[in-house]
């Protein structure tokens, strides 16, 4: 599980460290850096894949990306909490972005990493350099590291301990973690568990909508990331799987005696609601109204046959009626039994239901000339000012 997340030098956080518990709702006001945290926490499944020089590429580049407030110089870190698993950048060292993050706090990895724009004339322009990266493993005293990159050097422990040189050629926008797990395992547990995370962040609803679709007439053991596929998660749930309660629940949470019917034939899969008040035919998908297709792909998500270690939710409410939030807490309380939910949200109608369901404390993000903050949290002591 990841249980701590530590964010500096990216867009409007200066220095953020957040703890994460089984359900973490983070809840704030437009503006505060919700959307910023769930992009930071996408950009490690990005280092993972491979994919993060691409990633903040289409965010417009690492220009785009750094930390939006003034700048100062001097010697002094950042970061001067205790711990060292915590990536540290020194304020002389402002255009840089790290982000590292701790699972299963007393015995699991860490992982952490360092980038900035590349040195000109050896890199793209605007691309992002990795200019450092690391594996830790916890235990004990002291953490053992097992990957160690600065810049272009790369190291990595082998089975007995020692130090080997993989004699990979990365190149700067390279992670290491995308390039060497094949041949150690403990890294490749780690990046395959990050590689399974999933992310969802509103989905469309208009008419050419891909959740207004019907879906290839293929097993789907999770919701894509467009909903594309939601006709076939619910069939694996009901024809594979064959239990769809928690979902027929949700549903009968949200719209009071409505039933989920599902149909189609090798050419493609559909899906259809038919409502207590109009029993006499189903409403196909090109009929529902926005807020009830988002809904149903929120449950595609939440409910899916096989539940990733790692959901992230950024403002799942858009288009809902408060009187269905409730439901989506539910959901969440089912998700959380087998998977780690994070949920960024501005509604305080959802925080609270999520909060109901679970017992999830929400965390409110707050917003100053010093960057995004978690209120009320301590993170030289590791705790709210309010915890005993």
Do not use: C
């Not at 990595?156 to 060497?180: K, N």
């Not at 780690?190 to 050419?208: E, H, K, N, S, V």
């Amino acid at each position: 599980m990841l249980s701590e997340i530590s964010i500096t030098g990216y867009r409007s956080i200066r220095q953020l460290r957040l703890p994460l518990r089984r359900v973490t709702v983070v809840v704030g006001a437009n503006g505060t850096g919700k959307t910023n945290l769930y992009r930071a926490i996408a950009l490690l499944q990005g280092a993972a894949s491979g994919s993060l020089a691409r990633d903040i590429a289409a965010e417009g580049g690492m220009d785009s990306v750094f930390w939006a407030g003034g700048r100062k110089t001097g010697s002094a870190p950042l970061e001067e909490e205790a711990g060292n698993w915590v990536h540290s950048v020194r304020k002389d060292q402002s255009h840089r972005i790290a982000i590292a993050a701790r699972f299963d706090r007393d015995e699991g990895l860490d992982y952490s990493l360092e980038l900035g724009a590349p040195i000109p004339g050896r890199g793209l322009p605007g691309e992002a350099v990795v200019k450092s990266e690391q594996v830790a493993m916890a235990g004990g005293k002291r953490s053992v590291t097992l990957l160690d990159r600065k810049a272009s050097g790369l190291r990595v422990r082998g089975i007995e301990g020692r130090w080997e040189e993989p004699g990979l050629e990365l190149l700067g926008s390279e992670t290491a973690l995308s390039m060497v797990a094949a041949s150690h395992p403990q890294i490749a547990n780690l990046r395959q568990a990050m590689l399974q995370w999933r992310f969802y962040q509103g989905f469309r609803t208009d008419p050419a909508s891909p959740l207004r679709k019907p879906s290839a007439s293929a097993s789907a053991t999770h919701l894509d990331a467009d909903g594309g596929n939601l006709a076939a998660v619910f069939a694996t749930l009901a024809w594979i799987r064959e239990d769809t309660r928690a979902l027929d629940a949700a549903i009968d949470q949200a719209f009071p005696g409505a039933k989920l019917e599902i149909g189609g034939d090798a050419d493609g899969l559909r899906i259809a609601l038919r409502y207590r008040d109009y029993p006499f035919r189903p409403f196909s998908v090109a009929e529902l109204s926005d807020g009830t297709l988002q809904f149903l792909a929120l449950a595609g998500a939440l409910l899916s046959y096989r539940p990733p270690p790692l959901l992230v939710l950024n403002e799942p409410e858009a288009s809902l009626h408060p009187d269905i939030v409730p439901a989506i807490g539910a959901m969440v309380a089912e998700a959380a039994r087998t998977s780690q939910i994070i949920v960024v949200t501005h509604s305080t109608i959802l925080a609270d239901a999520i909060a109901e369901a679970t017992g999830a404390r929400p965390m409110r993000l707050l917003r100053d000339g010093n960057g995004t903050e978690v209120e009320g949290y301590n993170a030289l002591m590791g705790r709210f000012d309010d915890e005993d």
